[in-house]
């Protein structure tokens, strides 16, 4: 149960998704802000919504950071993951760690410029020439997201709540093929963990690229209003 009383810790979990707005607008907000302006007038006034997405966030990194996340004391926890572990890649997971290399910059910058020059203009060929192959598969998303929410049962109070995958769209089909059918069943996965835990799980099927994530991964505002008010609704009834 959700401490009322002395107010309470919403923790947002995930990748991009949950802080980017797409296309970026003046004064922009993600579902989590908009969410704690909502709460304002209501008798939850009182939470934190602490966001601690990060963008390429996969199940592998969210599991291997589980301690310093869960040192937050939260009340509810907010997954918001997936897109990342299901897309198709056009390079491995090894690879894409070098670009964003922090130690040695001129490592880094020989990999950015390989992927930039090499892979990222032929994305659709390198895709298929790995097979279609993700960056996590879908045996161990399963069971990482099911060992972090059995472990976050077994010595938290925090509820669970999980956001589904959005269905992603041609211009996201165009550049990694089967990504689509991919979210379809990385999302499935994510319902039946949240339905194994009787934990709450929030549908997005029913919005479209058109309306609310025009770049085929990442809302817009309107994307971030609807999830914010799913999010409240939940919250209500807790």
């Known amino acids: 149960m959700l401490n009322m009383n002395n107010g309470y810790k919403i923790l947002i979990l995930g990748n991009s998704v949950a802080i980017r707005t797409r296309p970026r607008e003046v004064q ?27 963008s390429r966030a996969t199940i592998r990194e969210i599991y291997q950071k589980k301690h310093l996340f869960l040192k937050e004391n939260p009340d509810l926890i907010i997954f918001n993951i997936g897109v990342v572990d299901a897309s198709t890649r056009e390079i491995p997971l ?20 390989i992927h930039h020059y090499i892979f990222r203009r032929y994305n659709s060929f390198f895709v298929k020439m790995r097979r279609y192959k993700t960056w996590i ?10 060992q972090l929410s059995n472990m ?40 039946k963990v949240a339905n194994t835990f ?8 029913d919005l479209t690229s058109e309306q609310h994530f025009p770049d085929g991964i ?21």
């Open 152 to 191: 976050i049962k077994k010595e938290t109070n925090a509820s669970l709540a999980f956001i589904g995958i959005n269905n992603g769209n041609q211009r996201v089909e165009d550049k990694i093929p089967g990504s689509k059918n991919n979210y379809i069943i990385y999302n499935r996965i994510i319902e």
């Open 137 to 146: 598969d879908q045996d161990e998303f399963e069971a990482t997201l099911y």
């Open 94 to 113: 090894w690879f894409a760690n070098c670009l964003k290399n922090n130690e040695n910059k001129y490592i880094g910058t020989i990999f950015n410029s």
């Open 198 to 205: 009787g934990s709450f799980f929030i549908d997005v099927q």
């Open 28 to 54: 922009s907000l993600n579902y989590g802000e908009i969410l704690k302006i909502d709460l304002n007038n209501t008798s939850l006034s009182c939470s934190q919504i602490i966001n601690k997405a990060f």
């Open 218 to 238: 990442h809302y817009n505002i309107e994307g971030h209003k609807v999830i914010a008010a799913r999010i409240k609704k939940i919250l209500l009834q807790i």
